[in-house]
C-alpha cells in the first residue's frame, strides 16, 4: 500500500559522501516516522538513523557525527547524507517508513534497499 523508492547508492572511497534518498507514495495520510538501516554482507539488520513527524533525529552511536538524515514532508522523502565513509558503512541500505492511511490504518514499510560500497 505503500511505495518506497530509494536511490542514490554507489561505490565511493573511503572519506568520500553519499546522499541516499527514498520517497514514499500510496495509502499515506501522514508520516509519524521515516528512517534508515542496512544490512552488511553476512551481518544481521541494524538502525542506522531515524526522524520522528516532530522532527526529533536519532543516530546509531556508528554513524553519529557523520551522518545527517533530514526529511520533506512535502514530498514525503527523506534523505542520508553520508560523509566520511569507512569501509564499514559498506552494506545494503533500507529506508523504513512509518505511516498511517487516510483510514488510522498503521503501516510500516520497507524499501528496496539500495548498496553503498565504501572501497579503495
Known amino acids: 500500500q505503500v511505495q518506497l523508492v530509494e536511490s542514490g547508492g554507489g561505490l565511493v572511497q573511503p572519506g568520500g559522501s553519499l546522499r541516499l534518498s527514498c520517497a514514499a507514495s500510496?495509502?499515506?495520510?501522514?508520516?509519524?516516522?521515516m528512517g534508515w538501516y542496512r544490512q552488511a554482507p553476512g551481518k544481521q539488520r541494524e538502525f542506522v538513523a531515524k526522524?520522528?513527524?516532530?522532527?526529533?533525529?536519532n543516530y546509531a552511536d556508528s554513524v553519529k557525527g557523520r551522518f545527517t538524515i533530514s526529511r520533506d514532508n512535502a514530498k514525503n522523502t527523506v534523505y542520508l547524507q553520508m560523509n566520511s565513509l569507512k569501509p564499514e558503512d559498506t552494506a545494503v541500505y533500507y529506508c523504513?517508513?512509518?505511516?498511517?492511511?487516510?483510514?488510522?490504518?498503521?503501516?510500516?514499510?520497507w524499501g528496496q534497499g539500495t548498496q553503498v560500497t565504501v572501497s579503495s
Open positions: 523504513n517508513v512509518a505511516s498511517r492511511t487516510v483510514t488510522s490504518r498503521i503501516l510500516n514499510s
Open positions: 500510496g495509502s499515506i495520510f501522514s508520516i509519524n516516522a
Open positions: 526522524t520522528t513527524n516532530g522532527g526529533s533525529t
